[in-house]
C-alpha cells in the first residue's frame, strides 16, 4: 500500500463542508489522485449535524467573542489507527492552518440545558443530531439537479417542507396567532381568513410573480428594482398589512430590507418550486441533519472513486519546493505534495454580515405545525415560522427592526427522539438578539402548544468569508479556496459556481463543461441466479 | 432474458454492510458471493465499487440485498455516519491469518452499534480460511467463536478463494433480520422520503 508522502497528490482537499465534499463527488470519477482531509473528528465543516456531545465541544471551542486568529498545533496523538504513515524530515515555515478547528466564522457559542433535562425527556447525546446548516433546498436548486444527474440523491432521503407561517395579530376567525402563508391559487381561495377584497389583491400579486420576468411585467417594476419591496407591494397591488407580511415572509430575507427585484426572484422561486416533485411542498430537507449528510454522500462518492480520507488531521502549509508543488504538513507530522491545494476560507470579512442563531431541543412534537398540505402530498418534517419586524414586543422598543425566522423539525428528520422536535431560530446579529430569538421561541411555543420545555439550547453566531474564491498560484500549483456557507435561510446556488470553478482547476483541460457531475449509477446487479435457502 | 422486473422491483430491500480493518477481505468476499470472481493478485484498495445487488430467498421469501463496501474509508476509520443508516445488518470482517485484524474487531463492534439501527442483526466472519492448509491460521476457530457470542453476533469462517462458506454469513444475517419485524418494517413500506423518480426534473436550470 501506498503511503500518503511517496507520491505528488493531483489534489488535496482540506474540510469536509459541503462545496469541498461536492468537489470530491465531482471529482470522483477523474482518477485524479486526492486526499480529503478534516481537521475535525466528524464530517461536514460548517456544515456539520453534532451529537449533543459534539455540539458541547464545538460551543467551547467558538465560545469567543474575539476575532482573533489561533493557530491550531495540535499534536498528531489522538490520530490512533493510522496505518503506513511515513515521516519525513523536511522543515517548515510556521504558516497559518488551513481548515483548523478554530475558524473565526463562529463565535459567542454557548449551551444551556434545562436543569431537570433527564427527568424532562432528554435522551442520550448521540439520539441528536443538530444541524449547524438547516438550510432548505428549494426544489429549483440546482443543487438537486446536480445530486439526481451524479446519482448521489440515491444515499440522500430528503423529506418535505411544509406550511410557512407568519406570528401575528390574533386572527379572529381561526383564533390563532400563528396565519399559515397561502401558496397557490386554490390556497388563497379556500383561506377563510382572508377578505374578499383581499384576496383579489392578492391573486393579482401572485399571477404578476408567476411571470415577472415578462417584458410586460418588467415595465412595471424595473425602474423601480432596488426599491423596497414593501413599498411596491403597497403602492402597486394595494396588499394590506398581513398580506405584506405573508409575502415578505416568503423572501426569507434576514434585514428586511428586501429590494424589489431580490424579492421578486425569491417569491418566484417559492411559488415555481410548489409541485416540482410532487404536491404540497416547496423545498426539501435532508434527513438526519440537513447539507451535512450530502456532505457526507459526497464523500462516499470521492471514497468509491478512489480518493483517501482522512479526519482529525488538521494541516498547515510547508515551504514550496523546487517542482512547483505545493507542501504540506499533516498534524501527524507527515509531509506531503500536491500541485493543486482546495480549502475553504477560515475568516469573515470585516464588512460580513453575520446571523445569531439558537437551537433547541424541545419536548414536545408541535404536531400542529406539521399538517399535510395537499392530498398526496408527503407528511412534512420541516415547518417555517416567520416573525416579522416588529411583531416581537421588545424588538421595536430596544431599536431591532429585523424579522425573526424559526425552521422547526419534527423527530422525522433524525435530529431527535420521537415525541420532540428541533426548533431552529435565525435572525441578523445585534447585541440583543439572544434576548429576542428566546423572546422569539417562547411565542412559538406558547402559540403552537400548550406545554413544552426546552430541554437543550445552543446559541452562535455566525459570519461569512468573501463570497468569491481565492485563487493564488505557487509557481504551477493553484491554492483555491471556496467561500464559506452563506448565511440564507435556504441553500444558494451560488456556492455550486464556485465548486464547478474548483473542479475545473483540478480538471485542466480535461473539463467538458457538459459532463460536471453527470454520472451513471455504480451499482451493478450480481448475477441472477435466485439463491434459495429454507 | 429479463424477468418481469415489476416484481423483482417490489421485492423488499434489505441493506448490509460490510466492516471491519482494511486487507481483511471485505470486497473479495462481496465480489466471491455477488458475481463468483476471486483475484489472487489483487490486493489493492478498493476503487469503484459503491454496492453490490443479490437477490436471495430466506424461508421462501425473496429479498433484494444490497450489500455495501466501505470504499477504503476504513483505512483511517473515517466511515461516515451516514454509510451506517437504514442498514438491516452489519458483518464485521477480519481476516484468521492475522492477530492484529481480530484484535480491532471490538472497536468495530462498538462503532457499528453507535451508529447503526440498534436492532441491526451483527454477523462476524474470520476470512481466509483457505490459509490453514498451509498452516496460516493465527486465530483459533473457537477464539473467534466465542468473541461473536460475547458480542451476540452470528459467527463462521469462509474463504473467498475456495468458495467455501461464502454464502452462509449472508444467508444466516438475513435470516436473523428477517425474524426482527421491526426492523424490515421500512424495507417494504413506503417511507415518508420524497421520490425524484416520481417528479419531473427541472429542465434547464434557469441561467440568472
Known sequence: ?534 | MAPASSSEDSLPVLKILLIGPSGAGKSALLLRYCEDQFDPESTTATIGIDFKTKKLAVRGKAYKLNIFDTAGQERFRTLSTSYYRGAHGVILVYDISNKKSFASMEKWFDEARLNANPDAALYLVGTKLDKVATGGRAVSFEQGKAFAEAQGAEFCEISSKTRENVKRPFVEVVDKIVQKPQLIAGATAGSKSIDFNMGSLPSSPCSC
Not at chain 1, 184 to 195: C, G, K, N, T
Not at chain 1, 501 to 520: G, P, R
Request: aromatic fraction near 8%; glycine fraction near 6%.
Open chain 1, 1 to 534: 500500500m501506498e503511503t500518503l508522502s511517496a507520491e505528488t497528490w493531483d489534489t488535496v482537499i482540506c474540510g469536509t463542508g459541503l462545496s469541498q465534499s461536492l468537489l470530491a463527488l465531482a471529482l470522483s470519477r477523474s482518477k485524479k489522485r486526492i486526499l480529503h482531509l478534516d481537521a475535525n473528528d466528524f464530517y461536514g465543516e460548517h456544515e456539520a449535524a453534532l451529537s449533543l456531545q459534539e455540539a458541547d465541544a464545538w460551543a467551547h471551542a467558538h465560545a469567543g467573542g474575539d476575532v482573533t486568529h489561533q493557530l491550531d498545533n495540535k499534536p498528531a496523538s489522538t490520530n490512533n489507527g493510522n496505518e503506513d504513515i511515513a515521516s519525513d524530515g523536511d522543515k517548515f515555515l510556521t504558516a497559518p492552518v488551513l481548515s483548523g478547528k478554530e475558524s473565526t466564522l463562529f463565535r459567542n457559542a454557548h449551551v444551556r440545558k434545562h436543569h431537570n433535562a433527564e427527568a424532562q425527556g432528554l435522551s442520550f447525546p448521540r439520539a441528536y443530531s443538530l444541524a449547524l446548516a438547516p438550510q432548505i433546498i428549494y426544489t429549483q436548486s440546482k443543487l438537486l439537479s446536480q445530486l439526481v444527474s451524479s446519482k448521489a440523491y440515491r444515499q440522500v432521503e430528503f423529506l418535505a417542507v411544509g406550511s410557512f407561517f407568519v406570528y401575528g395579530t390574533t386572527d379572529a376567525a381561526s383564533g390563532t396567532i400563528l396565519a399559515r402563508i397561502p401558496s397557490s391559487r386554490e390556497d388563497v381561495f379556500s383561506a377563510q381568513s382572508i377578505p374578499a377584497r383581499s384576496k383579489r389583491a392578492l391573486m393579482k400579486f401572485l399571477k404578476f410573480v408567476i411571470d415577472y420576468d415578462s417584458d410586460e411585467h418588467k415595465l412595471v417594476w424595473q425602474a423601480r428594482a432596488d426599491e423596497p419591496l414593501s413599498e411596491f407591494l403597497i403602492e402597486h397591488f394595494k396588499l394590506d398589512e398581513r398580506l405584506q407580511n405573508s409575502t415578505l415572509a416568503l423572501t426569507l430575507t434576514l434585514d428586511g430590507k428586501v429590494t424589489v427585484k431580490d424579492g421578486l426572484v425569491t417569491i418566484h422561486r417559492h411559488l415555481t418550486s410548489i409541485g416540482l416533485f410532487g404536491s404540497g411542498f416547496c423545498a426539501v430537507y435532508p434527513k438526519w441533519g440537513g447539507t451535512s449528510e450530502i456532505a457526507q454522500v459526497g464523500c462516499r462518492a470521492g471514497a468509491v472513486g478512489g480518493s483517501t480520507y482522512m479526519l482529525d488531521t488538521p494541516v498547515s502549509m510547508g515551504e514550496a519546493d523546487h517542482g512547483g508543488n505545493i507542501s504540506l504538513k499533516l498534524s501527524n507530522e507527515v509531509s506531503i505534495r500536491t500541485t493543486t491545494l482546495i480549502s475553504s476560507q477560515q475568516t469573515c470579512s470585516t464588512t460580513s454580515p453575520s446571523i445569531s442563531r439558537v437551537v433547541a431541543v424541545i419536548n414536545s412534537p408541535l404536531q400542529s405545525l406539521f399538517e399535510i398540505l395537499a392530498e398526496g402530498a408527503p407528511t412534512p418534517a420541516v415547518a417555517v415560522v416567520a416573525f416579522p419586524s416588529g411583531s416581537l414586543p421588545n424588538n421595536s422598543q430596544s431599536g431591532s427592526d429585523v424579522p425573526v425566522y424559526a425552521f422547526v423539525h419534527s423527530s422525522e428528520t433524525g435530529e431527535c427522539p420521537s415525541g420532540q422536535s428541533v426548533v431552529y431560530l435565525t435572525m441578523q446579529a445585534a447585541p440583543q438578539s439572544p434576548h429576542v430569538l428566546d423572546m422569539a421561541l417562547t411565542a412559538l411555543l406558547q402559540a403552537a402548544t400548550t406545554t413544552a420545555d426546552i430541554l437543550y439550547k445552543l446559541y452562535y453566531e455566525q459570519a461569512t468569508s468573501s463570497r468569491q474564491p481565492l485563487v493564488t498560484s505557487q509557481g504551477s500549483a493553484t491554492v483555491f479556496e471556496l467561500p464559506s456557507p452563506s448565511l440564507g435561510l435556504a441553500f444558494d446556488d451560488e456556492n455550486l459556481v464556485a465548486v464547478k470553478e474548483a473542479w475545473k482547476i483540478v480538471m485542466k483541460d480535461e473539463a467538458l463543461d457538459d459532463a460536471f457531475m453527470k454520472f451513471e449509477d455504480r451499482e451493478g446487479m450480481g448475477d441472477d441466479d435466485d439463491d434459495v435457502y429454507d
